[in-house]
C-alpha cells in the first residue's frame, strides 16, 4: 500500500488515498471508528496507513481511500449529513465503491448506502449496528465526562480497557503512558469527541429507519461481548438487511478488528473478492 494522494473536500474533511494493487479495479472506501475524531487524519496520516495496512486485503483492491471527520463536528451534525457530504466527493471522484464502516464509521455507512445505493456496491460493518446498547450509553456518558473535563488520558485509557486480552490492555496502557506527551500533537479538542458522543445519545435508534433500506451485500463482523453493542443489535441489522452475513467472535468486544485481526481480515478479502 502506498500513499499516492493526499487532500481535503467540502473544506472540513481529510481523505487520503492509497495505491494497492495496480491489477485491480476495485475500491474501497473506509468511515472510520472515532479515534479519528480523537487523532484525525490530517495530523497522523502515517499512523493511520499502519493502522489500517494489516487489515485491508490490498492484494485484491486497487485503491483504498480513508476518509476523516470534521474536527468542528457540531452536536446537531447528524450522521446521515455526514453521509450525505461523503457522497459528494464519492460520486465526484471515486464512482461505486465498497464501502466499510468501522464503529463510528458505521453510524454514517448506514444511512449513505441507504440513500445512496448506486455507490455501494459492498458494505462492511466492522464493530457497528444502528444504536449504542444500554452499556454503550453508560461509556459514552462516561468519555463524554472526562472529556469535558478536558481529561483526554482518562479518555484513551477507557478504550484501551477495551481488549479482552489481558496482555493487550497492558500493552497499550503502558504505551499509551509512554507515548502521552508525543501524542498530544495529533489529537483534536476534547469538544470534537464531546458534540460527536453526544449526539450518538441525543440521537440513539434514529438510525433504525435506515437498515431494511439498504440492497448491497453487506458482511457485519462483531463480538459477543461488544461493549458499545449488544448480540440482539447485532442479530436484529442482520435480520433487517436482506442479503447479509454475519460473523459474531464468541467473547470477543469492541477490539475485536484488532484481537482478531488476520480472520476479519480474511473476512474482508473473501467477501469484496466476490
Known amino acids: 500500500m502506498k500513499l499516492v494522494e493526499a487532500g481535503t473536500f467540502s473544506g472540513k474533511y481529510a481523505y487520503i488515498r492509497l495505491k494497492c494493487n495496480s491489477n485491480s479495479k476495485k475500491t474501497l472506501v473506509v468511515f472510520p471508528p472515532s479515534q479519528e475524531l480523537m487523532y484525525p487524519l490530517k495530523l497522523n496520516m502515517e499512523i493511520q496507513i499502519k493502522r489500517y495496512k494489516s487489515l485491508i486485503p490490498s492484494d485484491i483492491l486497487g485503491n483504498v481511500y480513508i476518509i476523516g471527520y470534521d474536527p468542528n463536528i457540531t452536536v446537531d451534525t447528524y450522521l446521515a449529513e455526514i453521509a450525505e457530504d461523503f457522497s459528494k466527493f464519492i460520486r465526484e471522484k471515486i464512482g461505486p465503491c465498497a464501502i466499510a464502516g468501522i464503529s463510528y464509521g458505521g453510524g454514517i455507512s448506514i444511512p449513505f448506502a441507504a440513500k445512496y445505493p ?3 456496491e459492498r458494505l462492511i460493518l466492522v464493530v457497528s449496528s444502528y ?7 453508560d461509556l459514552c456518558n462516561t468519555i463524554i465526562q472526562h472529556a469535558k473535563n478536558n481529561d483526554m488520558f482518562q479518555v484513551q485509557l477507557i478504550l484501551n480497557s477495551l481488549f479482552h486480552n489481558p496482555l493487550l490492555r497492558a500493552y497499550f496502557k503502558i504505551s499509551t503512558r509512554l507515548k ?4 498530544q500533537s495529533f489529537r483534536n479538542p476534547p469538544s470534537t469527541i464531546v458534540n460527536a458522543y453526544t449526539h450518538l445519545l441525543n440521537h440513539n435508534y434514529e438510525l433504525k429507519q435506515y437498515i431494511s433500506r439498504i440492497q448491497a451485500p453487506t458482511l457485519i463482523i462483531g463480538g459477543t461481548k461488544d461493549q458499545f453493542l449488544s448480540k440482539e443489535l447485532y442479530e436484529e441489522i442482520d435480520n433487517a438487511i436482506s442479503d447479509s452475513c454475519m460473523m459474531l467472535f464468541k467473547n470477543a468486544t469492541h477490539t475485536v478488528p484488532i484481537e482478531k485481526l488476520f480472520k476479519v481480515r480474511k473476512l474482508i478479502h473473501d467477501f469484496l473478492k466476490t
Open 118 to 120: 448506486e455507490l455501494t
Open 131 to 137: 444504536a449504542l446498547s444500554e452499556n454503550g450509553v
Open 180 to 183: 502521552w506527551s508525543r501524542m
